[in-house]
């Protein structure tokens, strides 16, 4: 948890999203089932599992990426990989990776994000979304609000992880002089923890285990004591 001294100046905290706000594992338990009954019963699309697992993997690869129009790359990625039309990797990705999930994202947060939300937004502390992949409608599904969301994908960054190329925008849009005012937090020191180094703000890593032990409440206190 970070220092008293340095809550008591913060005036923006930047939130990954996926293992951050939510427990990816079981998010991926539930995925797996619904994927296997979907496919069970259509056998003739089975192979549509391997553009998600491709699609994942071409960008876990290009992990520091930049370049032009990285949101359709993306797809070309995976196309190039397995040989398939674009548009049929975009329509199964669209589906089984950047929709169907957001059901099950509420049952999935962990515990206390929201009222950490809503004590920022009270202090008058910023809450900003930076997540390598378009957050939008997990928000929406999760029921939470910020004042910025940005994604890796976006016009304005077109950069992966680690690249510190979204945190300075998000910084730079609110205008913050101060970097140490800023706090990331995420659950990968190879990805958020190097992003929040290379742009010179704190950063807080998350797990599975210390967001299950009351981290989000824990944290809350803290920036209550101070505020």
Known sequence: MPEKIFLKHLKLVIFDVDGTLYDQKKLRNK?????LWYYFLRPWKFKELL?????RKEREMKAGFEGPDLYNAQFDWCAEKLKYPVNTVKNVVNKWIFAFPNRYLKSCMYPDVKELFELLKENDILRAIYSDYDSDEKMKWMGLEADLLISSTDAEINALKPQPKALNYIIDKFKIEEKNSCLFIGDRPELDGICAKQ??????LI?????KNNFYKKLSKAILDVN
């Open 207 to 211: 797990d599975k285990e210390t967001a």
């Open 51 to 55: 553009i998600i697992y491709h699609f």
């Open 199 to 204: 742009a010179g703000i704190k950063f807080l």
């Open 31 to 35: 995925m797996m089932v619904a994927l």
